[in-house]
């Protein structure tokens, strides 16, 4: 009869009949050796898996990136600050540039530094000198630094208190940007003193090639550089004070009894 129901025994025949006929349902797993299963991406046609591992590879190698160029940055930002920090503090430039200076060798022997103050004149501006020995005399010795500071870029400071008192030698005054300099060229101590020149221990230079032995040759170098704003040399005079706008301040009166007595009341 058509549309009538297949009766329950002709359908069990027709599934025990068919059974190894019909698909299984897809889970959409594949199994693999040793029961590792691997999900399957219809999408892409290849195991996730794989998918997944490449991506951890990726992050992994973002995060080592992220890492190094972080590194750089406070390498960057904070070491290298930290190291030019120390070298400026440790080292003053000045004596670099008069290291620089173009003197001849004869002319710049024994070099001694002293500092003291701050180079950011905090409190107190830095005070720089320097002491050389010379194996020639005043005028020479002279010579050849005002020739090197000339050639650095230093030019003559006519200033008043340049030396402040009548000295031996050569002095003159030098100045720069925010500098100013003293030079100082004047003759060894066992010029005038023989004992005291036998006596410095090789502070006066020693005698040069063919001179009678004995002798005293040679001269003493100083330099002193301060900041230009620590100079009072170039601060010129103080202006005067006008009486008018400052007035004056009268003279306390003390007295034995700062309250005198009052008045009796009349009665």
Known sequence: MPGALPAPEDVSALLESGAGGLDEPSTGRTVGDEDQVVESDPDAGRPVGLRSELRHKLRSQDRVKLAALISAIVVVLGVLPAILFLRTTSSDPMFST?????????????????????????????FRE??????????????????????????????????????DGKYTCWQRDEFTMDLWVRPPPCASNPA????A?????????????????GSIVSIKVRNRIDDERGRGPE?????????????PAFTDNPFPSTPAAPS
């Open 98 to 126: 008069l290291d620089s200076l173009a003197v001849p060798k004869w002319a710049a022997g024994a070099p001694a530094d002293t500092v003291s103050g701050s180079r950011w004149c905090v409190i107190e501006c830095r």
């Open 130 to 167: 320097r002491d050389l020995t010379s194996q020639k005399g005043t005028n020479e010795t002279a010579a050849a630094y005002q020739s090197a500071l000339l050639g650095s870029g230093w030019s003559r400071w006519q200033v008043a208190q340049c030396p402040d008192g009548p000295v």
């Open 196 to 199: 005291q020149g036998a006596a």
């Open 201 to 217: 221990g090789g502070v006066a230079a020693s005698p040069s090639a063919g001179a009678p032995t004995g002798t005293c040759t």
């Open 239 to 251: 202006p005067s004070k006008d009486a008018k706008l400052t007035g004056e301040t009268p003279d």
